[in-house]
T-cell receptor, first 109, second 114 residues
Framework: GQNIDQPTEMTATEGAIVQINCTYQ??????LFWYQQHAGEAPTFLSY??LDGLEEKGRFSSFLSRSKGYSYLLLKELQMKDSASYLC??????????WGAGTKLIIKP | IAGITQAPTSQILAAGRRMTLRCTQD?????MYWYRQDLGLGLRLIHY???????GKGEVPDGYSVSRANTDDFPLTLASAVPSQTSVYFC?????????????FGPGTRLTVL
């Protein structure tokens, strides 16, 4: 079967760094996406990885290891507005997105 | 309009009633999707359409139908609503439905079936 695993909830301190992990087992792989979702709102695109390595975009970076079926999202210089759920999704062999349940990130002052 | 709109924003529906959730995008995207999001579960694909005139079944299609008469609109119909269809429904669109294709989401419809 297809499976995406992420921690349910994480807590971090404002100004700190947090790493949100995602492991996956899917039928085929055409890329991995990270989305941010604030409570009561729609998911919004953060990053996309299809090759191994690190993609950096401002305070956010995303890493992929295809051989390990593993990705992480790294958030630096955390701000209160970063409190949200972070969704990992893998595009399978049919180009459909398989979604993890999301990681709720709580930022404390 | 800019992006994707959904209507209604929320709805309370009696079981057994028919309901159509509307979705419109103005980005000229070819592919559109309907997902449901339930607490503790990832987004689950209900139906999708890679281009106007074609539709396909996702992971959880039972009890739902869709049509894609033109590029912009992708309505989702519940023929006879049941309480297990209580959920938040998101419509999304992407340029082509292929590799590297980013999906953009509408604001969602919160549906309660009693």
């Amino acid at each position: 079967g297809q499976n995406i695993d992420q921690p349910t909830e994480m807590t971090a301190t404002e100004g700190a760094i947090v790493q949100i992990n995602c492991t996956y087992q899917t039928s085929g792989f055409n890329g991995l996406f990270w989305y941010q979702q604030h409570a009561g709102e729609a998911p919004t695109f953060l990053s996309y990885n299809v090759l191994d390595g690190l993609e950096e975009k401002g305070r956010f970076s995303s890493f992929l290891s295809r051989s390990k079926g593993y990705s992480y999202l790294l958030l630096k210089e955390l701000q209160m507005k970063d409190s949200a759920s972070y969704l990992c999704a893998v595009q399978d062999s049919n180009y459909q997105l398989i979604w993890g349940a999301g990681t709720k990130l709580i930022i404390k002052p | 309009i800019a992006g994707i709109t959904q209507a209604p924003t929320s709805q309370i529906l009696a079981a057994g009633r028919r309901m159509t959730l509307r979705c419109t995008q103005d980005m000229r995207h070819n592919a559109m999707y309907w997902y449901r999001q339930d607490l503790g579960l990832g987004l689950r694909l209900i139906h999708y359409s890679n281009t106007a005139g074609t539709t396909g079944k996702g992971e959880v299609p039972d009890g739902y139908s869709v049509s894609r008469a033109n590029t912009d609109d992708f309505p989702l119909t519940l023929a006879s609503a049941v309480p297990s269809q209580t959920s938040v429904y998101f419509c999304a669109s992407s340029f082509s439905g292929g590799s590297t294709d980013t999906q953009y989401f509408g604001p969602g419809t919160r549906l309660t079936v009693l």
